[in-house]
């Protein structure tokens, strides 16, 4: 995924420039049952998910993955 420049202020003097994130997933999916491998932020981009023109930032999320199963009845 690309994410081109962002402002975080009205005034726009607040940006961060673009940055690429990773995201994969994987599943199988049979009769009544759905396995699914997931990661995000793959590459460990280190970028900014909000800020504020007070100076308080909140950082974007780091490499994280997981499992999801799903029964369908």
């Known amino acids: 995924m690309y994410?081109?420049?962002?402002?975080f202020d009205f005034n726009?003097?607040?940006?961060?420039?673009p940055y690429h994130l990773?995201?994969?997933?994987?599943g199988f999916l049979m009769k009544?049952?759905?396995l699914t491998l997931w990661g995000r932020n793959?590459?460990?981009t280190k970028y900014i998910?909000?800020?504020y023109d007070f100076g308080a930032v909140h950082l974007g999320?780091?490499?994280t993955y997981g499992v999801r199963i799903k029964a369908m009845l």
Do not use: C, V, W
Request: glycine share 8%; net charge negative; proline share 4%.
């Open 32 to 34: 009544h049952f759905e």
């Open 22 to 26: 990773l995201n994969l997933g994987i």
């Open 3 to 7: 994410l081109g420049t962002t402002y």
């Open 49 to 51: 998910s909000y800020a």
């Open 12 to 17: 726009n003097t607040i940006r961060q420039s």
């Open 42 to 44: 793959m590459s460990e």
């Open 61 to 63: 999320d780091p490499k």
